[in-house]
Structure formats: structure tokens, C-alpha cells
């Protein structure tokens, strides 16, 4: 069991990381409005993650430093410590979104004020930094989490009617009149190459605490496990949508309106299931998120990437505490922290990719393990689909 959590604990964190409250967000939506329609996009962004996912185990693997030192050593400097900055702005910037999904799940199902779970869970998240061996803490964290996850999400299916060959259909490509946007925003939300890139400090940070069957065939298992795992949360959440509230007409905006929308339909049981779920998401991400960005911002500075180094640590907390502050003031995520994430998020992902790819297919940084001809076209194509994405963005945003 602990050879099987050794490989499987950095996939797990990648997936609960991956999967919060803006994720829960976007499949509520997309199963509410449109039925099991998309459920195809789900495999398609899982194959490309996958992908990258495993690539970056390799990576991890393979060498000691971290990938944004070897970044900066064999690709380009400037873009190393842009890509390390960029992510520290975006992880700050949705770290709001987290910590008001932890709060509002609680508020929810407790009929208290969500500013008091939003420090509580806050103040807890910061205290877990400063356990003797971070990491450990966390991986056994977001197990947990992402167990709770399953398990509440599990429930509320064998709740729902599903209309089994309704949702074989979906898997079937179609693009929904008004459905591109949603299409767009869960590529980008789930094909995570920020997520991606972390898995290669996740894999350091096993290593250095236990490295018991950590090889390159287990580290690709463990980064293919985690991807499934979030594939299977986007789907539930997606079906549940499309087999309860689709049938009546019902539209949500947020994942914490798909809870509420469950109460009159299969009472306070079902309600409460999914808003114990919606707190797991929001919590993994709360705490995985702000080291996301903590961590990479160490790294660009030139600070080291160790989660067991106390400067890393404040840098963590750091955007915890931002995103305490903007919940607590604004209630919400305020559009202009979206605007900002977004568009440091559509210019920042193609270098991410690029740097990924390009480091994955040197032989002189990689040797023997550099990528086959599977990973080259698969990478290649995903390439394809990011600078696809960062066009319709752009259009959306800046052009439209």
C-alpha cells in the first residue's frame, strides 16, 4: 500500500489541484445547459493532459534540478523566470474563487456566514505549511480530499436518472449552438499545463522523502492515474447536471447553484453530499493552488524549490492570505482579477507548453529518455489545440 501511494501521490495532487470550484463551475454549467452533449470534450482534454502529465514525471524523474532551472540553463532564461512570475500572478489571482468555494460549502450546509470559514480554513491551510515534512502532509491531504470527492459524487450519480444512451451519444463529437465558449473553457480549465508542470516538483518532492518504486514507468502510471481520477470528477459533476437539472430547465452559474438546485429535487441529503464535495474541491485547491504559485515563484527568483524551505513557505502563504483578503472585501472574485488571470494565463500557457515540449524532446537534456515518436506527435498536436485556445481567447477578449 505504501509503494502504491508512493507512485500514485503526485497524480492524486496534480488532479485535486486541477480540480476546484471553477472547474465544478464550468461542468455544472456544461451538463445544465446542454445535456450530455459534450461529454466528448472530457476525453479529449484527459488525452492531452495526459500527455504532458507524463512528460513532466519523466522530467521529475529523470533529473534533481527543477524544471524551471533547466529551463533556464538549456532553453531560455527570460522565459524561465516569466513562466515561474507569470504563474504566481495567475495562482493568486483564482486564489479568491478557492477560498470562497471553502467558505461557501461550509456556509451552505451549516446556514452560518462564510467569511468565518474562509480565515478558519485559511489560518488551517498556512498552519499545514509549517508541519515537519510539508509535502507528506499534503499528499496525504489530498487523497483524503479527492477520496471524499469521489465518494460524494459517486452518491449523488446513483441519485440521478441518467439516461444511459443519451450519455453514450455524447461522447460522440458536436458543437451545441452556444456551447463553443464552455467547449473553450474546460480545454483550458482541464488540459492544465500549469498542473502539468508542477507534477515535475511533486515528483522532486516524493523523491526526496521516499523514493520506494519511483521509476519512469510508475511515475507515468501515477500522472495517468491522477488524470483518470480528474476525467471521472469532471464527468459526474457534468452527468449529474445533465440528468437532474437539464430536464427541468434549470440553469446554474456556479457550482455552489447546482447544490442548492439539488435540495428541492432529491431533498437536504443529495444537497448536502454535493456541497461536501464542493468543499473538498475548493480546500485542495486552496491549499494546492497557492503553492503552485508560492513554489514557482521561489524557483524564478533564484530562491530554491524545496516546500520545506521557509521562504518558500511565506511565499506560499502569502497567497493564501491574498486570497482571504480579496474574499472576505469583495464576496467574489472580482472581474478584473479574472481579466488579469485570464490574460496573463493566454499568453503565459504557450510558452509553458513550448518549454515542456522542447525540454521532453532534447536528447542532450533528456538522454535515453527522451520522448518517442507517441509523445512527440501527441505533444505536437497538443501544441496545436494550446495556440488554438490562446487565438479564440484573444478574440474573445480583446477583438470580439
Known amino acids: 500500500m505504501k509503494k502504491i501511494l508512493n507512485i500514485l501521490g503526485p497524480g492524486v495532487i496534480t488532479a485535486a489541484v486541477v480540480f476546484g470550484p471553477s472547474k465544478m463551475t464550468i461542468t455544472s454549467k456544461m451538463g445544465a445547459d446542454y445535456e450530455y452533449s459534450l461529454m466528448w470534450i472530457v476525453i479529449v482534454a484527459l488525452f492531452f493532459m495526459g500527455i504532458y502529465t507524463s512528460m513532466c514525471s519523466r522530467i521529475g524523474v529523470i533529473h534533481n534540478k527543477s524544471l524551471l532551472t533547466l529551463i533556464k540553463e538549456h532553453f531560455n532564461k527570460t522565459i524561465g523566470v516569466m513562466i515561474g512570475v507569470g504563474i504566481f500572478f495567475v495562482a493568486t489571482s483564482f486564489q479568491a474563487g478557492n477560498s470562497i468555494g471553502v467558505g461557501i460549502a461550509i456556509a451552505e450546509a451549516t446556514n ?40 460524494c459524487f459517486i452518491a449523488t450519480l446513483f441519485l440521478a436518472e441518467i439516461n444511459f444512451l443519451l450519455l453514450f451519444k455524447g461522447f ?35 523523491k526526496k522523502t521516499g523514493n520506494e518504486g519511483m521509476s519512469i514507468k510508475n511515475s507515468e502510471r501515477g500522472a495517468f492515474t491522477g488524470v483518470v481520477l480528474l476525467g471521472f470528477m469532471s464527468a459526474s459533476v457534468l452527468v449529474c447536471a445533465a440528468a437532474v437539472l437539464f430536464p427541468k430547465n434549470i440553469h446554474v452559474n456556479g457550482a455552489a447553484e447546482m447544490g442548492k438546485a439539488l435540495e428541492p429535487l432529491f ?30 515563484l521561489s524557483d524564478a527568483l533564484g530562491l530554491g524549490s524545496s516546500m520545506d524551505s521557509k521562504k518558500t513557505k511565506v511565499l506560499i502563504s502569502i497567497v493564501m492570505i491574498l486570497g482571504c483578503i480579496v474574499a472576505i472585501s469583495f464576496g467574489k472574485l472580482p472581474l478584473e482579477l479574472i481579466v488579469l488571470a485570464q490574460s496573463v494565463t493566454i499568453f503565459l500557457v504557450p510558452f509553458i507548453g513550448v518549454s515542456i515540449f522542447w525540454i521532453a524532446n532534447s536528447k542532450k537534456v533528456m538522454g535515453e529518455y527522451v520522448n518517442s515518436n507517441f509523445y512527440k506527435w501527441g505533444g505536437a498536436l497538443g501544441l496545436t489545440v494550446i495556440i488554438v485556445l490562446m487565438v479564440a481567447n484573444v478574440y474573445d477578449m480583446f477583438l470580439k
Open 172 to 206: 460522440i463529437p458536436s458543437i451545441p449552438d452556444g456551447s463553443v465558449g464552455l467547449i473553450i473553457a474546460f480545454t483550458a480549465s482541464c488540459f492544465s499545463l500549469v498542473g502539468a508542470f508542477y507534477q515535475t516538483y511533486l515528483i522532486q518532492e516524493r
Open 267 to 296: 431533498g437536504k441529503y443529495a444537497s448536502s453530499l454535493f456541497f461536501v464535495g464542493l468543499f473538498g474541491a475548493s480546500f485542495s485547491s486552496l491549499v494546492g493552488n497557492a503553492t503552485v504559485g508560492g513554489v514557482l
Open 112 to 151: 452560518t456566514s462564510m467569511d468565518i470559514w474562509i480565515i478558519l480554513f485559511t489560518v488551517l491551510g498556512i498552519a499545514l505549511l509549517f508541519f515537519p515534512s510539508f509535502y507528506k502532509v499534503m499528499e496525504k491531504l489530498m487523497i483524503t480530499l479527492v477520496l471524499l470527492m469521489l465518494g
